[in-house]
């Protein structure tokens, strides 16, 4: 029985189907069932999440192997962003380590690191050191920006499209190697089934390295629009998207710590070649937008 926390998200989505398909017993510990859509019928419901570990004990029960995916990049009402990344990551641990749980899989993220200026680096590296120090069979993986055609972020940019110039947070400069969720899901059903070789860390990343300049006019070219990128310099933004919270809450369409992440470079020297020894060979962003 494998237990998948983020089974809604962009990856957790497309690995559920994967794991549904090849047969796999699949637990989906979540708030809302409604939104594994057809999916919630064909597997196990665990109910719960990140911010109640009470939850925790009844979702492992039979379990074998954890897949967590599930993440947090802004604070939420209930619990704090280092919470449902960190802390979350080793209460779950802990409960897998005393219900006889075989193997932990974590997605943290390339550029983690316990000295970024991003709280959500920050946490992602804290979870990650938990998971290293495990005495549970683990694997980590480290992607860079994960995305699918029709996911938040890229709707966001659709949206922002809409005005006469298309804004940018800061620079624009930092690099990125995008993976789509279904080659970065692929790689996770590829280690559940024992291919490719045995490695506690797996970086995944997109054959190509762009800029967030970049990312916004592979958006444009996908819905065929012509803007001009304006960069917004970062304390504009950070004033900006903070007298927002303060008026809109929780409902902002972006938060500081969100628009941070875009001048944080996540890309890694290794390319494609953790995602090809596992037999997935990842599609460049054109092609799965249609740019």
Same mark, same amino acid.
């Given at each position: ?9 962009n ?26 859509g ?8 665990a ?29 939420? +009402? ?66 860079s ?32 190697q ?10 996770v ?45 970062? +304390? ?9 919270e ?13 628009a941070?992440?875009?001048e ?12 090809e ?10 092609a799965?937008?249609?740019?």
């Amino acid at each position: 029985m494998i237990l998948l926390t983020g089974a809604t998200g962009n990856v957790g989505s497309a690995l559920l189907r994967h794991l549904i398909a090849s047969g796999q017993r699949v637990r989906c510990l979540v708030r809302d069932p409604r939104r594994l859509g057809p999916e919630r019928v064909r597997v196990q419901i665990a109910l719960g999440d990140l911010a109640n570990p009470a939850s925790f004990r009844n979702a492992l029960r039979g379990v074998d192997t954890v897949v967590h995916l599930a993440a947090a990049i802004r604070d939420q +009402p209930r619990a704090s962003l280092e919470e449902l990344n960190a802390v979350a990551t080793l209460r779950l641990l802990r409960a897998a380590e005393r219900t006889g749980v075989e193997r932990f899989l974590f997605f943290s993220a390339l550029g983690a690191s316990l000295n970024s200026r991003a709280r959500f680096f920050r946490a992602k590296a804290l979870a990650e050191r938990s998971v290293d120090r495990s005495p549970l069979e683990t694997t980590v993986f480290a992607p860079s920006i994960v995305y699918s055609p029709r996911d938040p972020w890229i709707r966001l940019l659709e949206a922002l499209s809409l005005m006469p110039a298309m804004p940018i947070s800061g620079s624009g400069k930092a690099l990125y190697q995008p993976i789509w969720a279904e080659d970065a899901a692929a790689c996770v059903t590829a280690v559940l089934a024992g291919r490719g070789e045995v490695r506690d860390r797996i970086e995944l990343a997109g054959p190509d390295t762009l800029s967030y300049d970049d990312i916004a006019r592979v958006a444009l070219q996908a819905i065929h629009r012509r803007r001009r990128l304006l960069h917004v310099p970062l +304390p504009v933004v950070r004033a900006g998207l903070g007298s927002l919270e303060r008026i809109v809450g929780g409902s902002a369409f972006a938060t500081w710590e969100e628009a941070e992440l875009m001048e944080i470079p996540m890309t890694t020297p290794r390319g494609t070649a953790d995602a090809e020894a596992l037999g997935v060979s990842p599609r460049p962003m054109r092609a799965v937008l249609g740019a």
